[in-house]
């Protein structure tokens, strides 16, 4: 059961790294036809800077995801530096929960705020504002996953590189 959550976090966090990278790309590319359109062809874009506002939520939120497994959670380092043994566990399992409390509270919410402004849309665009906040719960539960695959097999990334 474990070597089967792990792999699919594997795919998961690969994807969502993957993702995120072509959204950069996305939102680079936009943000030059945006300079372009406007200084160059004197006829600024309508809908880019919208959308480049929207991709960019969806870019961090799925970038969480791979830090999340990395081991960049919210949590105290140095406590977990300094930390040997069954502390080491402990302080573990409490980072952990903190996290997955945090990100539960992000899908609850997020998951309400998709459902209220799913009727709205975009000034620029003819979509629905629910495409753009939905950033928040898929993130919030992708991110759960990955802070659980971490609290399995850690990746102490963070911890190795700290000064």
Known sequence: MKKMFLRLDRVLTGACLSLACVLLAVIASLGMWQVTSRFVLSQPST???????????WM??????AAFRQGALVSVDLMLRLSKGAWRNTVRT????????????????????????RFQ?????????GWGYAAL???????LVAVIAHHLDP???E????Q
């Open 155 to 157: 990746h102490d990334d």
């Open 94 to 117: 409490i980072i952990t929960s903190v996290n997955l409390a945090f990100l539960s509270v992000v899908l609850y919410f997020g998951i309400d705020l998709v459902w209220r402004v």
């Open 47 to 57: 809908w880019t800077e919208e959308s480049m506002r929207r991709l960019l939520i």
């Open 159 to 162: 911890l190795s590189t700290a």
């Open 121 to 129: 849309t975009f000034a620029s665009m003819e979509l629905s504002m």
């Open 137 to 143: 719960p898929v993130g919030a539960f992708l991110g």
């Open 60 to 65: 961090v939120m799925l970038g969480v995801v």
